[in-house]
């Protein structure tokens, strides 16, 4: 994997491991946060960035909180095996309820980072 790709990577594992118990964020919240890799145009990054994000943590290490980043929808995005499933389960344990259609109140339980003192 070229350098910039682990840099990458490296930034949204980094996003996701700050994401509190009980809170979540969406793939595409994760990746408006990081600029593109370099030689990615904008718009052509902008298109593809949150699948990027989700592709990142197919490889994440285990002990990231992976569970707390789900879709744009609130709900958990569908993949083979018991992901899903186990998914649901651990945002359940931190107290995270999910509604008749299975979908989480972005509006309540999205976390947004402090964008800190240079912003």
Known sequence: MPED???????IFEIVERIPKGRIMTYGGIA???PP????????YARIRARWVG????????TLPWH??????????????LGP??????????GVVFDELGR????RLCWEPDPGPNS
């Open 5 to 11: 790709q682990r840099a990458h990577r490296t930034a």
């Open 37 to 44: 890799p370099s030689g990615i145009d904008y718009l052509s």
């Open 55 to 62: 592709y990142a943590l197919k490889h994440c290490p285990e």
């Open 68 to 81: 707390r980043v789900v879709n744009a929808q609130g709900r958990i995005s569908s993949r083979l095996g």
């Open 32 to 34: 408006g946060m990081i």
């Open 104 to 107: 989480l109140d972005l509006e």
């Open 85 to 94: 499933a186990l998914q649901r389960t651990l945002l359940e344990e931190e």
